[in-house]
């Protein structure tokens, strides 16, 4: 199987790296080119083949991740239209905003598409991806494409007018995981201990609680009252929290960033 990108930002570079450490593909299987030559430099880097133009990319490769910028993304498609015109291609697309539709009317009617929307955190084997197929897509073809963010996380198959959801649940929320992270280490650091020391014992103890959850038949308000003693300090903790408007915070931002993420598809 080879698989291409086109244009090598942030989030291609995660998968890329989530991929070869997940020994998924090889790095000689991996076909890149973007309009800004730091591509060439991450070739280097990563031992992916670098190539002098998209065409290339669609030309070496069975799967095809675009990766572009939403509004570059109607020009490289019109670029490679052509190239993507075999029943063995694939098109992946990364790109926010754009759907289904809009993507065949800008190829074919006949082209295989999976629209994905991945987080950050496939670099590291643990993200969580959005992923609709159009009618097109089938068989081997769907499970190759599928598998490639199975190996670097989950996957989830939802509607695509439920895609701005998903993306403050599982794209945005890395950096509101961090920001809570970094506000409770600043509580450690008020009581004593280094910054350092502090965000390491946060981040340990948040990263086994996801896991719990995911591996639990409970749901995570039953795993809270197992945390909580009566009258204990747990408890404590909590109804300060949400005293302070806790809850209400946490579905104001992910309200705030649905409403940005539709305006931005409009």
């Not at 800008?106 to 609709?132: C, E, F, H, S």
């Not at 499970?143 to 490639?148: D, I, M, Q």
């Amino acid at each position: 199987m080879k698989l291409g990108f086109i244009g090598v930002g942030g989030m291609a570079q995660a998968i890329i790296k989530g991929l070869l450490d997940a020994k998924k593909v090889t790095s000689d299987d991996i076909f890149v080119h973007s309009a800004h030559q730091t591509y060439q430099k991450f070739a280097k880097l990563t031992g992916v083949k670098a190539v002098e133009s998209n065409a290339a990319v669609v030309d070496q490769s069975d799967l095809i991740v675009l990766s572009v910028t939403p509004n570059m993304a109607p020009h490289v498609l019109k670029e490679i239209r052509d190239g993507l015109d075999h029943q063995n291609k694939v098109l992946i697309s990364i790109v926010a905003g754009i759907s289904l539709s809009e993507i065949e009317e800008m190829t074919n009617y006949d082209l295989p598409i999976l629209r994905t929307l991945p987080n950050l955190n496939v670099q590291i084997g643990k993200g969580m991806t959005a992923i609709k197929a159009n009618e097109n897509l089938r068989g081997e073809q769907l499970a190759s494409a599928v598998g490639l963010f199975d190996a670097i996380g989950m996957t989830t198959e939802m509607p695509e007018d439920q895609f701005a959801t998903f993306s403050a649940l599982a794209g945005s929320s890395p950096a509101y995981a961090y920001f809570f992270i970094d506000s409770m280490s600043r509580a450690g650091v008020k009581h004593g201990l280094n910054k350092e020391q502090a965000t390491k014992i946060v981040a340990q103890a948040l990263a086994g609680s996801a896991e719990m959850i995911l591996k639990s038949d409970k749901v995570p308000f039953e795993l809270i009252d197992r945390v909580s003693s009566p009258g204990g300090s747990t408890v404590a903790g909590l109804l300060a929290m949400e005293e302070a408007g806790f809850m209400t915070s946490v579905v104001k931002g992910i309200d705030a960033t649905i409403e940005r993420n539709n305006a931005e598809s409009e």
